[in-house]
């Protein structure tokens, strides 16, 4: 908890950053949107023959980037997990086709032997929290149509796909809209389909009271904390706080009723990430509501390492693995 003299030093500590330099980013008041500057390369899908994109909702511009094990790496024998993920990017920068979330989704889908459907959501504030949310719900009632569907549903599903092993996964952002995908689709019915675990890599999740690791990190090169105070000023809707439940899952009071899909869970998060005491917080709520959490704490790792250090991916990938294949 930070007192009335650390937020003085707090904010003499950070008054010289601007956040919207460093993101690379303008807002526009008057229509509440984005001009985006940051370098965000893309990678085509077309020119690689295990993956395709396939539309998810025209009229918001949505749509589904599906990954599957190169031939050389799949057991045409075996029907494969199917994870649905969901990148990082505070709610306001990035997409499903991103190279950075590209790369990685193949190599998921490479070192698990799994098929990726890595979700384009609406951003932020362009549309707001809960839009994200709401294409999360719709991507999973998406993958159920397709296993309902045995005549017309996607070939790829349907052919190397294994319903009945689904996860939800999601890193930072992705990691909250995961999170907040399970708790929005409590009360549908998704069979066939069977959630067997959901899988939060450093999960963003925040409040008004600085935590201890904030504070500790406040210039954090990764996540500085004006930066992240930006994004969920830019990500909430208008006129919350960040102790609005999008942002800070502990003043959810009807938590309870919301867990039906959230009955085992990974969450993994590193000590040199600003996040990592709400990270490790969330795990204890969800342990006191009776939902069997694995956790992985990276000693030396930072926000987003997964995404541009090789080897911690092949550390991260091996622990999803490992409560992939440990969920009976």
Known sequence: MADDSSETLLNSMTNTMNPYELLGIIHNPATDTLTRNSPN?????????????????????TWIRIFRPSGSQHNHEQLLPLIIYFHGGGFILCNANSTIFHNFSKSMANQLSAIILSVEYRLAPENRLPAAYEDAVESLVWVQNQALDAINGE??????????????????????????????????????????????????????????????????????????????????????????????????????TKLRFIRRCLVTCSNEDPLVDRDIQFVKMLEGKGVKVMSWIEEFGFHGMAHSDRMKAQELLKVVKDFILSED
Request: hydrophobic letters at 35%.
């Open 41 to 61: 390369p893309i990678t085509n899908s077309n020119d690689d023959p295990d993956t395709k994109d396939i539309e998810l909702n025209p009229k918001n511009k």
């Open 155 to 256: 070939p790829w599903l349907r052919n190397y796909g294994d319903f009945s092993k689904c996860f939800i996964m999601g890193c930072s952002a992705g990691g909250n809209i995961a999170y907040n995908s399970c708790l929005g689709a409590s009360e549908l019915d998704l069979e066939p389909i069977k959630i067997c675990g959901v899988i939060l890599n450093q999960p963003y999740f925040g409040g008004v009271e600085r935590s201890k690791s904030e504070l500790r990190l406040v210039n954090d090169k990764c996540v500085p904390l004006v930066v992240n105070d930006l994004m969920w000023e830019l990500g909430l809707p208008v006129g919350v706080n960040r102790d609005h439940v999008y942002c800070n899952p502990f003043v959810d009071e009807n938590l309870e």
